[in-house]
């Protein structure tokens, strides 16, 4: 059963920007941090951004000042608005919370950002 539903991805330039969705229920949202991921080919995946329950976030520093996670409670939503992307930001792009919980993986968006 899918509980997370990420989408948004796309391909772009380099410099460009997506906004990326995910879509989750309420017992998986509601009072938890959440957390966008990314695996890139080849490597393993890797945790990009936080939001915790009440709004504050962390990031990678690999993202720091590009990226940008929020939360809609209402809508048990996340998003993650992505900036100034750069050729290495390609990779498929998973929600979950932090930390992960293995059964929540859902299939995740593909983002591929060329030179």
């Known amino acids: 059963q899918v509980q997370l539903v990420e989408s948004g991805g796309g391909l772009v330039q380099a410099g460009g920007s997506l906004r990326l969705s995910c879509v989750t229920s309420?017992?998986?949202?509601?009072?938890?941090?959440m957390g966008w991921y990314r695996q890139a080919p080849g490597k393993q995946r890797e945790l990009l951004a936080r939001i915790f329950s009440r709004g504050s976030t962390i990031y990678e520093d690999s993202v720091k000042g590009r990226f940008t996670i929020s939360r809609d409670s209402i809508k048990s939503t996340i998003y993650l608005q992505m900036s100034s992307l750069k050729p290495e930001d390609t990779a498929v792009y998973y929600c979950?919370?932090?930390?992960?919980?293995?059964?929540?993986w859902g299939q995740g968006t593909q983002v591929t950002v060329s030179s």
């Open positions: 979950n919370q932090v930390p992960s919980d293995p059964s929540y």
């Open positions: 309420k017992n998986i949202f509601l009072g938890n941090t």
